[in-house]
């Protein structure tokens, strides 16, 4: 009988410390200690530095919404503190570590560097209890940690369906509460252009309106008909920026080139080798506005089915100008070092057909139109880098020579990625096969999808440093990221549906060593993760 109790005792004991217990991503260490730390409304939030006020803020903002409270800010308390100091070069952590310490007189936070006080505050808030209260008791722990990847992104495209402020902002939310530090915003596309560029009025008042959207899975089965529109003016990027930046995530704005300009053409046609011929379009998936415009002389119109079109860019002199133009409104918005230029799904057709990219591969002496688009990247890398800006671009840009300082995105698979880290260029791995949370969840996915099959475990289990790269090579692979194409992502729900929960997979695969992975740990922490998904109210997949 004695033994049958001291035995439950240490089941409920160790089922306590399960439940106090789960971190994700995996910290570098964890002890735990014996005793708790209760967080009220009466606890001091000691912020000593200025640097961490955006911390103290995010705190408080998540305690506020969450939990119903906010704690005081002070400058120094002995007892029931929470305690953010920022320092540089302590125990040899890197920029973005920290340490954490919570006893029953509080908790102390110290990041080497103020991004590492926020991340050791993100740990913070993954130790609060999963259930709605005004006392929040806390495990005592000692944790020291820090990433693994310098690089620990997601995206999101905009461009097939346009996402209010509020969810981006949410979205940007949902990246630092898992610890990630890049937000690659995909801002144009053929279905819609999302961003105002002054100079060029038409891009938002043509370019971000289309008339409908296939009906189900491509080729569709008809139009819907339904107007599908919007944008984000000058004034709301840089309010999105700033919100990052106190989340210490950067912005990386995407302006696709040479593909995917479907929607810029309609707004120019000169953009195009061909502005006198209409957009394509099947006849039984387009809209009956669409139909009446081209009937009526329109040739342009903004795509409505997705997949790839053979209407890109024409690499004249208009054209170059234009996007010059266009990244120098850019750069002003999005402080960024990185400027993401696509370059990726660039049929060749039209050059093919097109006197004058036929007459410009001869004269540059470029070997053919895989040449001709080294050479359109190139152009465009030269003037982003006189910006003092870095060019990245999927992996396509390798097609016919590498532009001299561009970081290759590696989407097809890893080759790419393996190729550039090879030549010594800087490498984001984002393989189809393990991160697009575009793919379906489970092989019966009731909802519809783009397809593929991406279970939570192939996410976990992804390792972003390939085999074949030796130990100096594997130094070019700056992280990876995860990339939500929203063809079949209408809503924020949605969308919150396919990324979760394998964006929390992802950031364990991105920031824990791979010494502190481990799957069946990580299966018991993600059922309280869950429990932080519904206090969010955010959607998820359930099954």
């Given at each position: 009988m004695v033994k049958s109790f001291f035995f439950s005792l240490l089941l409920c004991t160790t089922l306590s410390f399960a439940q106090e217990v789960n971190i994700i991503p995996q910290p570098v260490k964890v002890v735990r200690n014996t005793g708790n730390f209760v967080i009220t409304s009466q606890t001091s939030l000691i912020v000593t530095n200025k640097e961490d006020n955006a911390t103290a803020a995010f705190l408080n903002g998540?305690?506020?919404?969450?939990?119903?409270?906010?704690?005081?800010?002070t400058k120094k308390a002995s007892k029931?503190?929470?305690?953010?100091?920022?320092?540089?070069?302590?125990?040899?952590?890197k920029s973005e570590g920290y340490t954490l310490k919570s006893d029953k007189n509080g908790v102390e936070i110290t990041g080497n560097a103020a991004i590492g006080t926020f991340y050791?505050?993100?740990?913070?808030?993954?130790?609060?209890?999963?259930?709605k209260s005004k006392s929040l008791a806390i495990a005592a722990v000692e944790v020291q940690d820090e990433p693994r990847f310098a690089y620990r992104g997601a995206m999101l495209d905009v461009g097939r369906h346009y996402f209010p402020v509020a969810f981006v902002k949410k979205y940007i939310d949902y990246l630092a509460l898992h610890k990630m530090n890049y937000f690659h915003w995909h801002l144009t596309e053929d279905q819609g252009w999302r961003i105002e560029i002054k100079k060029y009025p038409k891009l938002t008042e043509i370019g971000s309106k289309r008339n409908g959207s296939i009906i189900g899975s491509y080729p569709g089965k008809g139009s819907d008909n339904t107007p599908e529109g919007g944008f984000y003016t000058q004034e709301e990027v840089k309010d999105i920026v700033k919100y990052a930046s106190d989340r210490f995530i950067t912005v990386i704005p995407e302006i696709e080139m040479p593909g995917h300009g479907g929607a810029a053409i309609a707004a120019y046609p000169e953009l195009s080798c061909f502005p006198n011929e209409k957009t394509k379009l099947p006849d039984t998936m387009i809209s009956a506005k669409s139909k009446e415009e081209m009937a009526n002389g329109r040739n342009k119109i903004v795509q409505e089915t997705w997949g790839v079109h053979s209407d890109v860019y024409?690499?004249?002199?208009?054209?170059?100008?234009?996007?010059?133009?266009?990244?120098?409104?850019?750069?002003l918005l999005f402080p960024s070092k990185y400027i993401h230029v696509g370059g990726d799904e660039a049929p060749k057709d039209a050059w093919k057909r097109s006197e004058f990219c036929q007459q410009l591969i001869k004269e540059k002496g470029l070997k053919d139109e895989h040449g001709l688009q080294s050479y359109f990247i190139q152009r465009m890398e030269k003037y982003i880098n006189g910006k003092g800006r870095t060019l990245i671009g999927w992996?396509?840009?390798?097609?016919?020579?590498?532009?001299?300082?561009?970081?290759?995105?590696?989407?097809?698979?890893?080759?790419?990625?393996?190729?550039?880290?090879?030549?010594?260029?800087?490498?984001?791995?984002?393989?189809?096969s393990h991160v697009y949370l575009d793919h379906s969840q489970t092989k019966n996915e009731k909802e519809v999808t783009i397809g593929g099959y991406l279970p939570i475990e192939t996410v976990y289990s992804y390792e972003p440093i390939p085999k074949e790269l030796n130990e100096q090579q594997a130094k070019y692979v700056l992280g990876a990221q995860g990339n939500v194409w929203t063809e079949y992502m209408a809503n924020p729900a949605k969308v919150e549906y396919m990324i979760f929960p394998r964006l929390?997979?992802?950031?364990?695969?991105?920031?824990?060593?791979?010494?502190?992975?481990?799957?069946?740990?990580?299966?018991?922490?993600?059922?309280?993760m869950k429990k932080r998904y519904t206090i969010w109210g955010a959607n998820y997949y359930k099954e």
């Open positions: 998540y305690l506020s919404n969450y939990y119903g409270f906010v704690l005081p800010v029931n503190y929470i305690k953010l100091t920022s320092k540089t070069n302590i125990d040899g952590l050791g505050m993100q740990t913070l808030i993954q130790l609060l209890p999963v259930e024409v690499p004249s002199e208009y054209t170059f100008k234009f996007l010059q133009d266009v990244i120098d409104e850019v750069v992996d396509e840009i390798l097609e016919g020579g590498l532009a001299p300082n561009a970081v290759v995105m590696s989407w097809r698979g890893e080759e790419g990625g393996i190729a550039a880290a090879k030549e010594n260029h800087q490498v984001i791995m984002t393989p189809g929390s997979a992802l950031s364990e695969v991105l920031w824990s060593s791979k010494e502190n992975k481990n799957w069946s740990g990580f299966q018991t922490k993600i059922e309280t």
